[in-house]
């Protein structure tokens, strides 16, 4: 069986972790199973956690009145799932809706910004990788509202 | 038959029969056609198009989407986007419709032999790749591994979705489905084409690489691919213009110092790519 330090130093978000940082991470994080057909959270929720996801499908879901809930990005194997912990005021901007059966490392927000703010460097370490993150979804949100194939011909 | 002879044989339709129409998404029909003299002389290169006359109402390229192998009919995929391809496609079975070529210089498939190859395809796009994919299929010893990449802008876009599902238990071949925007019943992947490039098991190496879609995904595409170490002389595009004659002499199609009917429609970036960039091109 993996350690939990092993499958967080395995996974893509923490690759290449200085040790010293990699105990810091580990004393906030726990292992977490969520159900086909459940909610992680829920828009609005207070955001005090964020997740390595190692197997499954979750999808973010958007609702707008009138409509039916609209999926905007599906996470799976070696993503990331949530940022909002990272800034104030901490409340989740979408659905997390589980899609297959998931397994994750929970990682307390709380905790993790508390250790953050006491050390600087590793504040950094992990900002530099949720930019990176942030970064491409923010690539991939331009190219999906481009509707590239609506307006193919 | 002289040089001349032939240059006006290339443009001189030959009627067909229209055997089958299938509704593959709310606006895209599969297209069946056979000579009338049941001639079974169809051959042709994945990636090669076609031109398809339906009489009173005008001539339009489309990419021929079915298998190389079977000569006897050609299969287009045709989405209905204006006056002539909504002709096409509401054609009933039984009507004669003029065929011209096939034209143009395909997927490099003998060049791919002995590679990887990964199919990145958006919407409509995936039907000028479905002959290549049938290639590697009906000769799966000549190459690696196949990786399809396909994105659609929603769910009831998809092309093709019970062949997908059969591509995807194929040996040594991995299957990736994405849609732009998900509905609630849609329990696949939701992203742009590009976020399923860290699903794929890829190595760049030893790899050729395919795609077709609208122009900006394939730019998006081709960055993903350079990011992953895949050489530019091993990603190939395939390219759309505004193709009249299609054998070059109209001009229509000119895309630089190319002739898309002609010289393409399929090329490799490292010959294509700075053309992208360029506005109004």
Known sequence: MQTLERIIEEHPFFEGLDHGFMDLVLGCATNVRFGKDTYIFKEGDTANTFYLIRQGNVALEIFAPQRKPIIVATLGEGEILGWSWLLPPYHWKFHAHVLQDTRAIALDGKCLRKKCEENHDLGYEVLKRFAGIVAQRLESTRFQLLDVFSAQK | ?281
């Open chain 2, 1 to 281: 038959m002289t040089a001349a002879a032939a240059q006006l044989d290339v443009m001189v339709p030959t009627a067909c029969v229209l055997k089958q129409v299938t509704k593959e998404t709310p606006d895209t029909f599969t297209l069946t056609v056979a000579r009338e003299n049941g001639s079974a002389e169809n051959a042709f290169a994945p990636g090669q198009f076609s031109m398809l006359w339906v009489f009173g109402v005008g001539e339009l390229p489309i990419s021929i989407s079915g298998d190389p192998s079977k000569h006897e009919e050609l299969v287009y995929t045709v989405r209905s986007v204006g006056k002539a391809t909504h002709a096409l496609v509401s054609q009933k079975p039984g009507t004669e419709i003029g065929v011209r070529g096939p034209f143009g210089n395909g997927w490099p498939f003998q060049a791919a032999r002995g590679h990887d190859v990964i199919i990145v395809a958006g919407g409509i796009g995936l039907a000028p790749l479905r002959p290549m994919i049938y290639e590697v299929f009906r000769n799966r010893a000549e190459y690696g591994r196949m990786v399809i990449l396909y994105g659609a802008r929603s769910p009831r876009e998809l092309l093709y979705r019970k062949e997908l599902a059969a591509w995807a238990r194929q040996p040594e071949t991995q299957v990736l489905v994405t849609v732009d925007y998900g509905g609630i019943g849609w329990h696949g992947h939701v992203g742009v084409v590009t976020t399923l490039f860290k699903y794929a098991r890829l190595h760049p190496a030893r790899s050729v690489a395919m795609i077709c879609g609208p122009e900006i995904m394939m730019r998006f595409v081709t960055r993903q691919l350079q990011e992953h170490g895949l050489q530019e002389q091993n990603i190939y595009l395939s390219m759309e213009r505004n193709m009249k004659c299609a054998a070059g002499f109209c001009g229509h199609c000119q895309y630089g110092k190319h002739f898309i009917c002609k010289d393409g429609p399929i090329f490799p970036y490292s010959e294509i790519g700075p053309l992208l960039d360029k506005y109004e091109l």
